[in-house]
């Protein structure tokens, strides 16, 4: 059962790697092919610093990203302290039933609907322009606040509310009790939701290919190339995401584990 | 201390007014769309047009539910061997699980390509050790392993964290009462586990019946899966925005149906974000 | 750990930002036939192109961009469709602007017929006489006021004779059976039925529905045959002898040359279309100043050589098509003698009701 186990794991390694495999390997191709292997070379790594699209694709991805994830984590963060404190049942479900949709409903409806709305009220107030930067980053948000809202809710429930009225009794005013008190104790949740949204954002391709109109992100330039013929440069900048974000989990990793062991010692 | 929920309630107010506007709206705009010609007069023209392409739905939904299916099959074991490994191994091996995902799924899917192409590299090797060459590329069974393919952490990952939260002792005292591995297995971890297999059939469900990629690349772009049809119509002009807009809006409705017919088969409401 | 990641974060970003500057080596010796000012320096054009259609700065060519960027200050923000048709669509959905388009011929007449177009004084361009003449005041731009010639071309059938060996030198190949599965189709509707309309001996423009419902009969019957359906893709699939047949335009067939010497191609005897790529302003243009520098820019001996060199395709440019270092000087393929050229047609606009009908025909097509 033990040996079985680890052939099984092994071979379901093997199939969720093998592409992963082929991508780094034609990165050090010569040649332009991406499925016929001349010889060695590092040619492509250099040559992704060429690529203006590439580069520029980079740096939006990376900007939408950062201030998505950030304004979805606030605002996420605000709305489940607030959506908590509801009592009308039928506000409750209004707050659940559209926090649900998005994170139900398939990438491609909520792409198109949203830019929909963004073309037809571009068109009502006469803009010759509608899609862009600021569509793209509203649209990151958009499907980003769910994810905020479900990683701190749960963390707000567990926080003990004797602890915050405590902090009112002593003396506190109800926002300095809600940053002395209550971020504290749903930090980590809002850890989890700021990089979860950090990673859908930076790997949407869907909604961002209907909403970003010049304000291409990566994955959107991406796209547009595998139209094209797939050269390896495509390939040597994913392995070189692919090993930044190996290096970062890794890291992360060993520090969490780090933490937890000291936490335990101390115990 | 009204005063203070009072307050509290207010910070969830830009949020739902953002969700309203965002969320909501889009859809309304959407169904809209549906119901209104170019010139934005009332018709059920589009809705009509539906018919032409009920076979691409019906496509994409055995497609997606034969990938959801082989998918669950495929995840299910490895999650529970996940969890019998020691814990300082399972959060590594979580690692590498997930890591896949980070990367774009473009080139994941474009990958797979040099795999299956007559000139891949499976195909190289069959024919270098004197095999008959297998025709992989633009089938089927391509579409649908690259829809497998690119959801599966999406299954493994809800599944193992519900079963590595699993009771051990509940399992033992299972054990202690007689029952064997198998019915444990049957009596125990399978129904203690249904919540994470809802939320992973969902989490590879909607996006393999709605995808406008994978077909494309994979099954030689000749047949439209329902996402391609919608993908095509947006692009090919404002003029194609209203029955573009009608068959999103039907395949909105096909996922909720779905959705719900599945949430029915869950013991509790586990489907859904609860708050 | 949370400012940790974060910092982390902001240090690639600038990294990038960094890095995207450098890379490519300007030209030294550009010579060029005019003044440009850099008066509107800092302001940003939209460039909307086809695919691999501008020297990119790869095979130590010169990047186009880059250095009309280096030259005027003015930053170009270029980016690319695969089909007049799909651009039409962005253009006129009016969520994106732009400052530079290169339709086809029949997209130009409808983009006029329907006022999307800005009129450009064609006078003021000081590169405009390296246009040859018969390239101008031709149907979809009479009067020249619209568009400045970019490339011509022809459509013609790619193969490659190690897999298949010689095909009969018909549209007919692509709907034989012996070529099942290694024979490729256009995935855009205008060059797509016009394999058909060739074989069936139409006019590419009729108006006579029954004309396209026969056209769409026999894409149908031959749908079966084909790997795939493809634009740009055709590359990858031909040099690595993914497909061994496949209809595309003569310029991209000397692109796929370079890497692989097997492939071969001909003009089918039955006739083939015959197109001018045009630069072209959009009504949403926000700068048209920098635009006709850009067009200009373009119109550049050296620049437009450049291009030719890098595209493939045959040049409406004198000073390329007479200069005797251009690399396909003389070439048969893009500048074929009159006895070796194919009959051709021109694509026109077409009644919005039968184009209506033929797009409709072409979704059935593509449904199951």
């Excluded at chain 1, 989890?192 to 909403?211: A, R």
């Excluded at chain 3, 359906?229 to 335009?249: L, Q, R």
């Excluded at chain 3, 006709?292 to 030719?308: K, T, V």
Aim: aromatic content about 14%; some cysteine; proline content about 4%.
């Amino acid at each position: 059962m033990k040996t079985f186990s680890k052939i099984y794991i092994a071979l379901m390694l093997v199939f969720l790697y093998a592409p992963v495999a082929v991508m780094i390997f034609f990165s050090f191709n010569s040649g332009a092919s991406v499925w016929i292997f001349d010889e060695f070379s590092i040619e492509w790594y250099e040559g992704i610093l060429f690529d203006t699209a590439m580069m520029e694709g980079l740096k939006h991805t990376l900007i939408v990203a950062v201030l998505s994830a950030s304004i979805a984590t606030v605002l996420g963060t605000a709305a489940s302290v607030g959506i908590l404190a509801l009592r009308k049942k039928i506000s409750r479900s209004f707050a659940t039933t559209v926090t649900n949709i998005p994170m139900m409903n398939a990438d491609i409806v909520t792409g198109v609907s949203l830019m929909l709305l963004f073309v037809f009220f571009g068109r009502i107030i006469g803009l010759s322009e509608s899609l862009g930067f600021l569509t793209v980053l509203i649209a990151h948000i958009t499907f980003n606040l769910p994810y905020v809202i479900l990683s701190v809710i749960p963390k707000l429930k567990q926080t003990d509310k004797n602890l915050h009225e405590a902090a009112l009794d002593l003396g506190c005013t109800p926002v300095q009790a809600f940053f002395k008190v209550i971020i504290p104790s749903i930090k980590t949740g809002i850890f989890t939701g700021f990089i979860m949204s950090f990673t859908l954002s930076l790997d949407d391709f869907v909604i961002s290919y209907f909403t970003c109109g010049h304000y291409q992100t990566l994955p959107v330039v991406i796209y547009n190339m595998t139209k094209k013929t797939v050269k390896p440069d495509v390939y040597a900048l994913s392995t070189l995401v692919f090993v930044v974000i190996f290096v970062l989990l890794i890291l992360y990793n060993t520090v969490q584990t780090k933490s937890e062991q000291r936490r335990n010692s101390r115990v | 201390m009204n005063k203070k929920s009072f307050g509290n309630r207010l910070i969830a107010a830009p949020y739902l007014v953002w969700a309203a506007i965002f969320v909501i709206v889009p859809l309304l705009m959407m169904a809209y769309f549906a119901f209104t010609d170019n010139s934005g007069a009332f018709t059920l023209s589009n809705m009509a047009q539906i018919g032409k392409y009920r076979k691409a739905f019906g496509v994409s939904v055995l497609y997606a539910l034969a990938a959801t299916v082989i998918t669950l099959l495929i995840s299910y074991p490895m999650a529970y061997f996940m969890t019998k490994m020691k814990v300082s191994s399972q959060r590594m091996i979580m690692i590498i699980v997930m890591l896949p995902m980070w990367m774009n799924f473009l080139i994941r899917t474009y990958s797979w390509i040099s795999i299956l192409a007559n000139t891949g590299i499976i195909n190289t090797f069959l024919k270098w050790i004197g095999l008959k060459p297998l025709h992989l590329i633009n089938t089927p069974g391509a579409v649908i392993l690259g829809m497998v393919y690119d959801f599966v952490p999406y299954m493994i990952l809800p599944i193992y964290s519900v079963m590595s939260k699993i009771d051990n002792s509940l399992l033992e005292a299972a054990a202690d009462l007689g029952s064997n591995a198998f019915s444990r297995l049957r009596r125990v971890i399978i129904p203690l586990s249904m919540p994470g297999v809802i939320s992973g059939i969902t989490m590879v469900f909607v996006p393999s019946v709605s995808t406008f990629y994978i077909s494309q690349k994979l099954g030689g772009n000749k047949n439209w899966l329902i996402g391609d049809a919608i993908e095509y119509l947006f692009g090919a002009g404002p003029e194609y925005y209203n029955v573009a807009s009608a068959i999103s809006l039907i395949l909105m409705i096909l996922i909720l149906l779905c959705l719900a017919v599945m949430n029915r088969f869950s013991s509790d409401d586990e489907g859904g974000v609860i708050i | 750990m949370f400012k940790k990641i974060t910092a982390l974060f902001l240090l690639a970003a600038i990294i990038c930002t960094a890095l995207s500057g450098c890379g490519y080596e300007y030209a030294d010796d550009l010579e060029l036939s005019r003044e440009y000012s850099r008066e509107f320096a800092g302001s940003e054009l939209n460039v909307y192109n086809w695919g691999e259609y501008i020297s990119d700065g790869s095979d130590d060519m010169l990047d186009v961009n880059r250095e009309f960027e280096k030259l005027t200050g003015i930053h170009v923000n270029y980016t690319t469709f695969e089909s007049n048709e799909s651009m039409y669509s962005q253009l006129k959905s009016g969520g994106v602007s732009y400052d530079i388009i290169i339709p086809s011929d029949y997209m130009i007449e409808r983009l006029k017929n329907e006022d999307m177009l800005t009129k450009i004084d064609v006078s003021s361009l000081k590169n405009y006489g390296y246009i040859y003449d018969e390239y101008k005041n031709l149907f979809y731009d009479e009067n020249n006021e619209y568009s400045v010639p970019y490339n011509v071309g022809m459509v013609g059938i790619i193969y490659n004779p190690t897999l298949i060996g010689e095909p009969e030198q018909s549209w007919r190949t692509l709907w034989d059976e012996k070529y099942r599965d290694m024979s490729l189709n256009f995935s855009n509707p205008r060059d797509g039925f016009m394999t058909a309309q060739m074989i069936l001996g139409q006019d590419l423009n009729t108006t006579n529905k029954s004309d396209w419902k026969a056209a769409a009969d026999l894409l149908k019957e031959g749908k079966d045959v084909l790997q795939s359906y493809v634009m740009d893709e055709i590359y990858g699939k031909m040099e690595t002898g993914e497909a061994a047949i496949g209809p595309y335009y003569a310029g991209d067939y000397l692109t796929m040359l370079d890497n692989n010497e097997d492939l071969k191609f001909f003009y089918p005897k039955e006739g083939t279309n015959i197109f001018v790529d045009a630069i072209c302003v959009p009504k949403s243009v926000k700068h048209l100043d920098a635009a006709m520098l850009y067009i200009d820019f373009l119109l550049e001996p050296r620049i437009a050589l450049d291009n030719a060199e890098y595209i493939g395709y045959a040049s409406p440019n004198r000073a390329v098509v007479e200069n005797p270092d251009y690399y396909y000087y003389g070439n048969e393929i893009l500048y074929p003698q009159p006895q070796d050229t194919p009959p051709v047609q021109y694509y026109h606009d077409i009644d919005p009701e039968i184009r209506k009908y033929y797009e409709n025909l072409w979704i059935d097509l593509k449904l199951y």
